[in-house]
Every structure is written in structure tokens, then in C-alpha cells.
T-cell receptor, first 109, second 115 residues
Framework: DAKTTQPNSMESNEEEPVHLPCNHS???????IHWYRQLPSQGPEYVIH???SNVNNRMASLAIAEDRKSSTLILHRATLRDAAVYYCILGRTGDKIIFGKGTRLHILP | DSGVTQTPKHLITATGQRVTLRCSPRSGDLSVYWYQQSLDQGLQFLIQYYNGEERAKGNILERFSAQQFPDLHSELNLSSLELGDSALYFCASSVGQAIANEKLFFGSGTQLSVL
């Protein structure tokens, strides 16, 4: 199973950018990096994914290191609604999709 | 709304009993995944089905079983329930069978309480 490492929790101020790190040192060349988040009392929801290049969508940006052993999810302007658990996972064809414990993000008003 | 429907939303039962959790995937999705989430264990992968066939298995207990029917809905059966089985059970669906760049869409979960 492909493994990732994330900090247990982080804090950020409202309306400021948030950088959520993820290490995946055992990533293989065809593994995709995915981010999901889980808001309180809800199921996880897809945020973004990428392979090698940085990716942007309406929710966030994904910055992938050149060696692909780490990545950073960037929320450009955090709001209170962004308080959630953020999961970084590796997508590997034919492999189980394993979620770790994620990073619990607290947003301070 | 993810398009994945799970029923029931809440289930309260007693130890030793058997329950069935149901999941309807998004229209067009062929894969269904089951996850268990308890406070101390995080989100644990249980099992995946693709187009009616079991594709991957996680740490699913022998007391638990699942199946995916021809109409692609899935059921997770939990038997001989123990207090420790109390958890949120999530179903997710995707188009293919765990392809690397595939997105999962999760339902809102079934909260199981075993008393």
C-alpha cells in the first residue's frame, strides 16, 4: 500500500493562505497524488489531484515537488468553512485506496 | 450532493445482532468502496467491488460481508455485532476499478451504534 505522512493538525487565520504538507517518499512514477477533505459530520470530498505538474482548481492548488516525494495543498484564502480533516493519498492503479489520519485544519477567526 | 446514497443514516442495535447497510453509487459508476471510520482508527478501507466482482479487500472482519448487485447497488452485512463495531460506515463510488487518477465520491455515511 502506498503511504503518506501528514502533520496531525495545523492552525491558520481566516482569510490567510494555508499550506498543508504531505510526504510520500515511496511514491512510484505512475502514482497520482490526491487530496480529499472531510468536513464535520460529512463524508470525504475530493479536492484535487495531480501527477507531476502543479494543478489549480476552484477549491485549491496542488504544488508537487520536483522529485515527487512531497506535495503541498494550498488554500489561497482560508475561510471558517475550510475547517476540516485533509487527507493526502496516493492513487496507484490496481491498489487499495488507503486514507491515513490526515491533517485536522483549524481556522481561527 | 455527491450522488452516492446511503441508507439508513442512523442505526441503533444490540450486541449479537445483524444489520445491513445499503449503498447506491452515482449513476454510471461501476466501483463501490466501503470504509469504516471510528474515532481512534480513522478511515479504514474495508472492501471494493467493481461491476459485481470483489476487487480489493482491506482489514474486513470475517463477521462482515459485502456484495454488489447487478443494478450496481451494494450492501454491507455486519453480523454478531460487538460494541467495537460502532462507527460511521461510508460508501464511495468511482467510474472504474481503482485507476490511479480516479476520483472517489462518498456518501454521507451510516452511523451505527451497537448498545
Amino acid at each position: 500500500d502506498a503511504k503518506t505522512t501528514q502533520p496531525n493538525s495545523m492552525e491558520s487565520n481566516e482569510e490567510e493562505p494555508v499550506h498543508l504538507p504531505c510526504n510520500h517518499s515511496t511514491i512510484s512514477g505512475t502514482d497520482y497524488i490526491h487530496w480529499y477533505r472531510q468536513l464535520p459530520s460529512q463524508g470525504p470530498e475530493y479536492v484535487i489531484h495531480g501527477l507531476t505538474s502543479n494543478v489549480n482548481n476552484r477549491m485549491a492548488s496542488l504544488a508537487i515537488a520536483e522529485d515527487r516525494k512531497s506535495s503541498t495543498l494550498i488554500l489561497h484564502r482560508a475561510t471558517l468553512r475550510d475547517a476540516a480533516v485533509y487527507y493526502c493519498i496516493l492513487g496507484r492503479t490496481g491498489d487499495k485506496i488507503i486514507f491515513g489520519k490526515g491533517t485536522r485544519l483549524h481556522i481561527l477567526p | 450532493d455527491s450522488g452516492v446514497t446511503q441508507t439508513p443514516k442512523h442505526l441503533i442495535t444490540a450486541t449479537g445482532q445483524r444489520v445491513t447497510l445499503r449503498c447506491s453509487p452515482r449513476s454510471g459508476d461501476l466501483s463501490v468502496y466501503w470504509y469504516q471510520q471510528s474515532l481512534d482508527q480513522g478511515l479504514q478501507f474495508l472492501i471494493q467491488y467493481y461491476n459485481g466482482e470483489e476487487r480489493a479487500k482491506g482489514n474486513i472482519l470475517e463477521r462482515f460481508s459485502a456484495q454488489q448487485f447487478p443494478d450496481l447497488h451494494s450492501e454491507l452485512n455486519l453480523s454478531s455485532l460487538e460494541l467495537g463495531d460502532s462507527a460511521l460506515y461510508f460508501c464511495a463510488s468511482s467510474v472504474g476499478q481503482a485507476i490511479a487518477n480516479e476520483k472517489l465520491f462518498f456518501g454521507s455515511g451510516t452511523q451505527l451504534s451497537v448498545l
